[in-house]
């Protein structure tokens, strides 16, 4: 049976064509049968007579575009438009001049050249909104699902305010304004020679006098410290000896926490003004307790720009000296990229998957905390809503109330998460925690949450009440 789906909005239209294998069941109509197999997706925008389409590899080529592109571009984290040496997509995304974004659509038929199409943000956001019904929909393509994660605080702020980049694409204007700066000159502050080490013997100098009692005071000064003598990481065969005894972590549930809390520490100590010429590789070996133990570099420029990552800082070094040991340990593979991005991954992969993180059942604790939610998300959000349609989120909430984890469920809520109070209120450190000095995940209440264009919050225990 053929079947197709249309997702409409003014100024982009996705159809989807396909078949249905539920022929010969009771309610088979084209209307209601599942789309289970796509033939052809054709994508249509105003103004534009002819219709972009493909079959299945346009169609999974375009999703991940806009997906990737959407986010890059509300972040302000620049992204490279392919890896490096990597083939050309079938469609990508890319902002030109003019605050435009050009589509890029490349087919055998239209090799070597691929087709530009020139999107404005509405038609941008548009086909966001059409792609994001066709996955809201459980009759078209039950088996996909738009590969979204929670949306660290770091990687959501985005450098320019959202409300001036998506304004003129919301109420209609062309351009915004520029304001003007304003400056403030500060006072040079005064200067004094230190004093002498014994004020009053010798010659010239005289002793200050505290004015309340008469005693002498001590004279300011300027004591000299020797530099600091930088720290080389140890090299293999240090490091390997160092941990000779030691047990390799290898469990998934334990790798996954010393993965998310080694990611929580490189993000919070990295200076985004560091100039990281290409990919930097690492091997990063760390304690139990989430210490970095050491590191070893795993290609040439990342031996020779150590400097431009945290992990000089990082790295642990005990008290008494020497080097840093431990009962376990786990290897990771940190690529520091120059775009900003921080790729980890164990360095032996995972034996298998990682258990979800625990949650909080308990329906006591699940009431008391949403009313908290509520009370606190309402108490921050202030305004009024500049997007059209709501946005859907899925928050992890502590038992203390704290909103450890934020994914945002369409690529429309990833758009607009920077002008939420959700930003301001997540912290994605609150998701781990020490427990005997090891690192451990930390249960959390999971809840549905959407913020209507008309300024209402509606909120629900992710499993239903």
């Not at 431990?326 to 290897?331: G, L, P």
């Amino acid at each position: 049976m053929t079947v197709v789906r249309q997702y409409k909005l003014p100024n982009c239209t996705l159809s989807l064509e396909g078949l249905s294998d539920a022929t010969g069941t009771v309610d088979s109509s084209p209307a209601r049968a599942p789309l289970t197999v796509l033939v052809n997706a054709e994508c249509r925008f105003a103004n534009r007579p002819e219709p972009l389409s493909g079959g299945l590899e346009f169609f999974d080529s375009l999703v991940s575009a806009v997906n990737t592109y959407v986010r890059q571009w509300m972040s302000g984290i620049e992204q490279p438009i392919r890896p490096a040496g990597g083939q050309p997509q079938a469609v990508e995304l890319m902002a030109i001049e003019n605050g435009l974004h050009r589509l890029l659509v490349r087919s055998p038929e239209t090799a070597p050249d691929p087709v530009r199409v020139d999107l404005t943000t509405v038609q941008l956001f548009d086909l966001v909104e059409a792609i994001d019904q066709c996955f809201a929909d459980a009759t078209t393509l039950p088996g996909r699902s738009l590969a979204l994660s929670p949306l660290p605080r770091r990687h959501a702020r985005a450098e320019v305010p959202l409300a001036r980049r998506a304004a003129p694409a919301a109420v209609g204007v062309s351009g915004l304004a520029a304001a003007a700066a304003l400056f403030f000159m500060l006072p040079v502050p005064e200067t004094r020679r230190p004093a002498e080490v014994n004020p009053g013997v010798s010659e010239g100098i005289e002793p200050q006098v505290d004015p309340e009692n008469g005693a002498a005071a001590p004279p300011d000064l300027e004591v000299e410290t020797e530099p600091e003598p930088e720290v080389e990481p140890p090299s293999s065969e240090e490091l390997a000896a160092a941990l000779e005894d030691s047990q390799e972590i290898t469990d998934p549930d334990r790798l996954a926490a010393l993965g998310q809390q080694l990611s929580e520490d490189l993000y919070n100590e990295r200076d985004e003004a560091a100039a990281i010429p290409s990919p930097l590789s690492y091997r990063v070996t760390v304690g139990a307790d989430g210490a970095i133990l050491g590191y070893r570099p795993d290609n040439e420029a990342a031996r020779n720009n150590a400097e431009a990552t945290p992990l000089p800082d990082l790295r642990f070094v005990p008290a008494e000296g020497g080097r840093a040991t431990t009962e376990a340990f786990a290897d990771f593979k940190v690529v520091f990229e120059p775009n900003g991005a921080i790729e980890i991954a164990p360095w032996h992969g995972y034996s298998e998957a990682p258990s979800p993180p625990p949650e909080i059942t308990d329906s006591e604790t699940i009431a008391r905390l949403e009313a908290d939610l509520r009370e606190t998300i309402t108490a921050e959000w202030t305004g009024d809503p500049i997007f059209d349609r709501d946005l859907e989120y899925r928050l992890g909430v502590t038992e203390d109330g704290t909103i450890a984890e934020v994914e945002p469920l369409s690529d429309t809520a990833s758009v607009y998460y920077g002008e939420l109070p959700l930003e301001d209120l997540h912290r994605s450190e609150a998701a781990l925690s020490r427990e005997d000095d090891i690192v451990v995940r930390v249960p959390l209440a999971q809840y549905r949450v959407v913020f209507t264009p008309q300024g209402y919050l509606e909120t629900s225990p992710w499993r239903g009440r």
